[in-house]
């Protein structure tokens, strides 16, 4: 018991921290000196980014709600110039089509499906291994 109770004061002091860094590094970006020919909206993109990093290593604030911040962070902190430019990145068929794989999968991990799948070709081909593998590889 005083085990966990450790562990959930470590984990809290360490949200605690990751958030003022964040908060720091941050702060500390904007005002770093612009040498060599760097955009002010690059050296603010790198704040934003290693904020969010900092956010989600340490598990600060919750997932949802620093990724909110990080679209938000990019058009306050003039990386963008407009809002619909901080979300394109968002408007890739390729991010779709990960978002979508990690949503079937998780689907697919909640629900028994994958073992009733099993359990159809297990009662179908048999015991003989090479005809369950034949059929494993032909369903996917």
Do not use: H, W
């Not at 040498?35 to 980014?49: D, K, Y």
């Not at 073992?115 to 590889?137: D, H, S, V, Y």
């Amino acid at each position: 018991m005083k085990m966990e109770n450790k562990r959930e004061n470590k984990a809290g002091v360490l949200q605690i921290v990751g958030f003022i860094a964040a908060i720091l590094v941050l702060a500390g970006v904007r005002f770093l000196p612009l040498e060599n020919g760097i955009a002010p909206a690059a050296r603010n993109m790198l704040g934003v980014l290693l904020a969010v990093l900092i956010l989600l290593v340490t598990e600060a604030l919750p997932l949802g709600i620093v990724c909110l911040l990080a679209v938000s962070m990019m058009y306050f902190f003039n990386c963008t110039d407009t809002v619909p430019g901080a979300l394109s990145g968002f408007t890739n068929a390729t991010l779709f089509f990960v978002l979508a794989s990690f949503g079937i999968s998780e689907a697919l991990t909640v629900v028994p499906a994958s073992k009733r799948l099993l359990l159809f070709l297990m009662k179908k081909f048999g015991q003989n291994t090479e005809r369950l593998m034949l059929a494993i590889m032909i369903v996917t």
